[in-house]
């Protein structure tokens, strides 16, 4: 069977151009249906930190649009399922038989679209772009360039997070990360006392227990230090940050418990304080509860020392969504004007001197 092919002179149908330029050697022949570019291999994308300075390889075939082209590729990638919406930009370059990357920096791609050290599933496709230079707004010149695009590969994707330990044996699956790499950890953990847990570093092996602040290599489990009859504890359970320094083996525990309290609580002003919950994953502070026509604020550790109240009480009516908070203050508080179940999340500023707030009826 014979190729179809038809008349394309870099404005393809522009009849003007043709009439200029009658010359044969300008004239290209393309492919009725122009072949697109094809992804041939994409690397295991389960990423490892002791590989970061590695590199790793795609490869794509060229397009063929039935004449000789020179065309820009983008290699892109988006999560599972949004049909390339907001694509991530991967590679851009004039060869796609070849992409070598470093797995460092393809790691910090990969960790703008998912999550650390957790298989997500991820679209990956080649646009090819040619450009030919035959007169503004025609066809395939630089406002109208000619795209050509692969077929989508699906593979996962796990990229790696920063230096952590993971707590093992505790009240659920957490971890404490290093944000410098200098082997001192910290992060929020939330502790039972009958669940003493063990640290482990996932790179290497190496297990931590300890007690009394000093930290052991192959030490017994580490007891959480929530007291046994605390009055501000309704369980036995807590927020805390963990710090860790590896380096001079100790760790410390701080106490971290996000509350709402007022009148529109059950307890009142004075408290014990309705304990929120903490989403690792999403940053925020968070607390379903029955609450009254009433007014609250947001405190921690059941004392005013650290505290967040409204900067403008909201002038629309429920759900207010990323309210802005103002630190400490007076008279701020918000107001519920009637008795129900209310959802309310709190997310701190990494400063501490700024947050937001949602607040919604159920």
Partial sequence: MKTKKFLFTGLIGLISILSACEKDEERVVMLENPIPPSIQTIPDLTLQRVNANQTVSFSATEVDPGFQASATYFLEMAPSGTNFSSPLLVYTGIRVDEIKLRVSDLNGMLLRLFPADRASSADFRVRAVLAVDAGTGALGSGGRPLQFISETKTVQVTPYGLPRLNLLGSVMD???ESAAGDGNYKGFVKMDKSHPFTLVDPDTGQEYGGQNGILAPGGGAIVPPIPD??????????????????????YEFTEYRIAVVGTATPNGWDGPDEKMDYDAEKGYW??????????FKFRRNDGWAFNFGYINAPATPLPWIDHPL???????????????NYTITLTIAPDEQSAKCSVKKN
């Fill in 326 to 340: 103002q630190r400490g203050g007076v008279g701020n508080d918000f107001e519920l004007t009637a008795a129900g």
């Fill in 174 to 176: 957490q971890m404490i």
């Fill in 229 to 250: 009859n605390n009055p501000n504890w309704p369980v036995p359970v807590g927020w805390f940050i963990l710090s860790v320094d590896v380096s001079s083996l100790t």
């Fill in 286 to 295: 968070y607390i379903t509860r029955d609450l009254i026509a009433g007014h």
